[in-house]
């Protein structure tokens, strides 16, 4: 149905070789770039399709690949897109150290990359500890854990069932999003509803650290996605039934703070406050010049 390459990037994402939200969304655009050269514009809607398919709980991937299909010029549409991410990039630790202040020991669940290099950044300001979960079944939280090792921070990885002690003993809980809501709420991976409970219980603040382009825009139907037993048990005996969610909902109430590349904002507020500055996300409708982080 799509070229090969771009075959293979929807298995890759499907497979978790490619993870986390803006890298699936990069390559979402990087598989429209080549249907787009071998003529192939006409079939971007079934490319959103097949890819939002893979990972339902994806709407920067649904956002960056609608602006694409809007625009009259598809390839800026790209070039801004792109662009967007990488100042996000840059930009999102800043405004994490401004949020957050001095802390000497954090959490995290999972793997985000804004929430490593936002604790990277809090450790160059001021020397602190990390601490997070393997996060089963498919333990990115190693990945989190070798990341933060390589900027030196000192990280202890534990495993998810010690998720109280861990907690108890940080001065703040960072998590990344894979979903931003209109109410403040937000989807993460699997276990941040608990964690952001556990946090309430032991008066720790909860900030969410997120790519604007996360909040849920026209069109999208936002599903969890249930990945395969397998991933949990190979061989379960027959009469267990296996559940494995990937994500979660974090209601608005237990977060104190979204922190995007444009500002740190109150749950209430977030949604508002990423439509003012990217109002395509609202409408729908991808502006004629570019948009990108401002």
Not at 54 to 81: F, G, H, M, Q, Y
Not at 83 to 104: E, L, M, Y
Not at 127 to 139: D, Y
Not at 217 to 232: F, H, N, Q, T, W
């Amino acid at each position: 149905m799509f070229p090969r390459a771009v075959s293979r990037i929807i298995s890759d994402i499907a497979s978790l070789k490619i993870q986390g939200a803006t890298r699936v969304a990069e390559a979402g655009l990087h598989a429209a770039e080549i249907l787009i050269s071998s003529g192939g514009a006409a079939r971007l809607t079934a490319l959103r399709r097949s890819l939002i398919a893979t990972r339902p709980t994806e709407p920067c991937l649904w956002n960056a690949l609608s602006a694409v299909i809007a625009a009259r010029d598809k390839a800026e549409a790209i070039r801004t897109a792109r662009d967007h991410f990488t100042i996000s990039r840059q930009r999102i630790p800043g405004v994490a150290v401004r949020a957050i202040g001095k802390v000497r020991c954090v959490f995290t669940h999972c793997h985000s990359s804004a929430v490593v290099s936002s604790i990277a950044a809090l450790h160059r300001r001021s020397k602190l500890q990390a601490h997070c979960t393997e996060t089963r079944p498919r333990f990115q939280g190693r990945l989190t854990a070798s990341e933060l090792a390589r900027h030196r921070v000192p990280v202890t990885l534990s495993v998810d069932s010690a998720m109280p002690e861990s907690i108890a003993c940080a001065d703040a809980v960072l998590l990344g999003a894979d979903a931003l809501l209109a109410d403040g709420s937000v989807y993460n991976k699997v276990g941040s509803s608990l964690v952001a409970i556990l946090a309430e219980r032991h008066r720790r603040p909860v900030y969410i650290l997120s790519d604007s382009w996360k909040l849920i825009g026209p069109g999208y139907a936002l599903k969890v996605e249930e990945r395969d037993s397998s991933e949990v048990w190979g061989r379960a005996p027959r009469g267990v039934r296996i559940r494995n969610p990937a994500f979660d909902r974090v209601d608005a109430s237990f977060i104190k703070s979204i922190i995007t590349e444009i500002g740190s904002f109150p749950p209430a507020r977030a949604a508002t406050s990423i439509a003012r500055a990217y109002p395509f996300l609202a409408t729908g409708q991808w502006p004629s010049g570019r948009q990108s982080a401002s």
